[in-house]
Structure formats: C-alpha cells, structure tokens
C-alpha cells in the first residue's frame, strides 16, 4: 500500500506564498513513481496543477498556475512540494497530491494510482 500525506495548506491573503508537502509512504511505493499535484474547488471539478517525473528532470504545469507555482521533489525523503506564488482568489481550492506507477510526467487523473486526502488552501483578499 501507498499513502500519501498532504500538509501545509491554510489561509492566506491574495499576493502570498505558501509551499505545500506531500510526504509518500508504504512498502510498495518507488521513487520510480512520478507525483502529481491537483485541486478542486467549490463547484468546480479537480483539475491538473502540475506534475514531476520520477527524477525531477521533467515538469509540467497547468497554463493558469505557470511562472506562479514550482514543483519539485527530494526522493531521499519522498518528498513531493508545491511551491505557490502570487497566490489570487482563483487558487483557493483543496489540494491534493497523487503518485504514478508510470515514471514520465503524467497530466491525466486517470493514470494515477494513489491520492492524498487533501488539504485545504483558501486566499483571501
């Protein structure tokens, strides 16, 4: 089995920063794997944040958050972050990370096999 733990999402005002981490754990999860972010916010279905192969070397974005959010991770600690700039009310949203058996990057949902339970970001104005 896999998990995958979201944390540092919260409150913060339009113009912000906040980097959120996905911690991966289980017997069966490999550093082989590449991870994903994605969000959903009220009303609105979960949508592609941004994604990173299993080496780091390949990143991808979703065009709403490029030049904004940075993706990157440590496979020593396995470890994926989400670094989020110039935060506006349109990124509020629950944010969720997910983990590929497929090691290139990987836009669609569908090829995800694990997904964390979520963690909230709200920006205020």
């Known amino acids: 089995q896999v998990?995958?733990?979201?944390?540092?999402?919260?409150?913060?005002?339009a113009g912000g920063s906040l980097r959120l981490s996905c911690a991966a754990s289980g017997?069966?999860?490999r550093s082989s794997?590449?991870?994903?972010?994605?969000?959903?916010?009220?009303?609105?279905?979960?949508e592609f944040v941004g994604a990173?192969?299993?080496s780091g070397d390949f990143i991808e974005y979703a065009d709403s958050v490029k030049g904004r959010f940075t993706v990157s991770r440590d496979n020593g600690k396995i470890t994926v972050y989400l670094q989020?700039?110039?935060?506006?009310?349109?990124?509020?949203?629950?944010?969720?990370?997910?983990?590929s058996r497929n090691p290139r990057v990987?836009?669609?949902?569908?090829?995800?096999?694990?997904?964390?339970?979520?963690t909230q970001v709200t920006v205020s104005s």
Request: hydrophobic share 35%; proline share 2%; with cysteine.
């Open 27 to 29: 017997r069966t999860f």
């Open 84 to 99: 989020m700039n110039s935060l506006n009310l349109e990124d509020t949203a629950v944010y969720y990370c997910a983990a």
């Open 106 to 118: 990987v836009r669609r949902q569908a090829e995800y096999d694990y997904w964390g339970q979520g």
């Open 3 to 13: 998990q995958l733990v979201e944390s540092g999402g919260g409150l913060v005002q």
């Open 33 to 46: 794997y590449s991870m994903g972010w994605f969000r959903q916010a009220p009303v609105k279905e979960r």
């Open 52 to 54: 990173i192969n299993w």
